[in-house]
């Protein structure tokens, strides 16, 4: 067996390592394709049935008025994740505004939020206000009230029957673990989460943030009653091509409000040019089932080599996954600092860098990121980040291809097995 990475410095010890977990992993493998080849006949469906052409993506300026394109692509996405309406714009410049617009679209002053699925996403604490912060919705009257999932990670039925009041107006459910450890939600527990809020009250609303979520599974939580599936075009909707933009989508009462809350009450989703983003929109978004599918084989990869060093995982190498994120328990900041160096040195953009831990507002202890993407921030491209702090666990994600996901994990083993801080298991 060849080693093909010798160039990069990866050793042939490693490298044959690698190919003898891998072999192991074929029948996951075929299993992930087969989710990629139906979410990718589901996306060209939508693009046929609407009848994307050239025109489409022709670029608007000014108020981008009558941008047929914009609108197109808009039912593109409301038809792939079968919902009425969908909202998919440059203008929503990232995940946080999209679920922020998404919430204070819907919510009213005397409202109530609930998440029953505890701490929802750090950013989302300074919207909620659970952190105070201007123009975050408590300041707008907006109530917000938590339930924590039990300590097995299963679903406080008693305590979220509680929580529902007559003030509820909105539930939001978030997909991802993002940086909690808890477990990611599989798209049939949202199903039955959802299916229970609306029992307790038929017209709850119920929001999912989707981050990290999008076409790992062959239903969405919009499949199982979710009135909005929000989320954003850096991560895996975008397929690694679209350079900005979020989405909502959703029923047509909630995603109208979305475009009044975005662009201003009596103007909607009638104006917002999309300038030159819709051609990587459109094919990033054709892309994104194969690309997540990328970034789910490198996630299982990492989990079965670290694993197998002896490094606690999460999810670990065999259980189903419903994500894109995979942790791992490095021990020792030289153990996270050497993974970052390797996930790094791996990347087509910025490889000659040095990852170092720096201090970030909003985390009380300092931060290392690995990313050298061709979109500033993209998570859907290869990277990792952590805190400096114990069980020093590094957050792993996406990758364009699977190849590249492949030789950043095992140029990051090669940088723990060159520090001295794993080895090789004995043949
Ligand atoms: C990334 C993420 C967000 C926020 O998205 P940004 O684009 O970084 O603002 C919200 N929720 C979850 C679960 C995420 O993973």
């Known amino acids: 067996m060849s080693n093909l990475y010798s160039d990069f410095g990866v050793s042939d010890a490693l490298y044959a390592y690698g190919e003898g977990l891998l072999a192991g992993l074929r029948e996951r493998f075929a299993r992930i394709d087969a989710v990629a080849e139906a979410n990718q006949a589901k996306v060209l469906l939508a693009m046929q049935r609407n009848r994307v052409d050239a025109a489409c993506f022709h670029g608007s300026t000014g108020y981008g ?58 950013t989302l604490e300074e919207v909620i206000g659970i952190r105070p912060s201007p123009c975050s919705l408590a300041e707008y009257g907006v109530g917000y009230r938590q339930v924590d999932l039990l300590p097995d990670g299963g679903f406080d039925w008693e305590g979220i029957r509680a929580a529902i009041g007559s003030r509820t107006k909105l539930v939001t459910i978030q997909r991802s673990k993002g940086y909690a450890l808890r477990p990611t ?22 929001m999912v943030d989707n981050c990290y979520g999008e076409f790992v599974e062959l239903r969405e939580p919009s499949d199982l009653g979710a009135d909005m599936v929000v989320g954003s075009l850096i991560k895996n909707p975008g397929g690694g091509l679209a350079p900005i933009g979020g989405y909502i989508c959703g029923t047509k009462t909630c995603v109208d409000r979305c475009a009044y809350r975005l662009s201003a009450p009596g103007l909607g989703q009638e104006v917002g040019a999309s300038l030159d983003v819709k051609t990587s929109l459109y094919q990033g978004f054709f892309l994104a089932p194969v690309t997540v599918a990328g970034a789910l084989k490198g996630a299982v990869f990492a989990a079965r080599l670290y694993e197998s060093l002896g490094f606690p995982v999460l999810p670990n190498g065999t259980e189903s996954r ?60 290869l990277s990792a980040d952590g805190p400096l702090r114990a069980p020093y666990s590094v957050y792993f994600q996406g990758g364009l291809t699977w190849y590249h996901a492949k030789l950043g994990i095992l140029l990051s083993a090669q940088k723990l097995l060159d520090a001295g801080l794993t080895a090789l298991p004995e043949a």
């Not at 692509?73 to 617009?101: I, K, M, S, W």
């Not at 939600?185 to 119920?206: N, Q, T």
């Open 65 to 122: 008025y009558d941008d047929a394109g914009r609108d197109t692509l808009e039912r593109v996405y409301a038809d792939t994740f079968h919902t009425e309406a969908a909202l998919v714009r440059p203008q929503l410049v990232c995940g946080t505004h999209a679920l922020a617009v998404a919430l204070s679209a819907n919510l009213r002053p005397g409202d109530e939020l609930l998440s029953p699925v505890g701490k929802p996403y750090d």
């Open 322 to 381: 419903h994500d894109i994120i995979q942790a791992v328990e490095l021990g020792t900041p030289e153990g996270l600092i050497a993974f970052c160096a390797g996930i790094q040195a791996a990347a087509p953009v910025d490889s000659y860098v040095r990852p170092v831990p720096a201090p970030m507002p909003g985390y009380d202890s300092e931060v290392i990121m690995a990313a050298g993407a061709f979109v500033q921030g993209s998570s859907i491209e």
């Open 185 to 206: 939600l599989s798209v049939a527990r949202i199903g039955e989460l959802i299916a229970f809020c609306k029992s307790v009250k038929r017209d709850v609303l119920v």
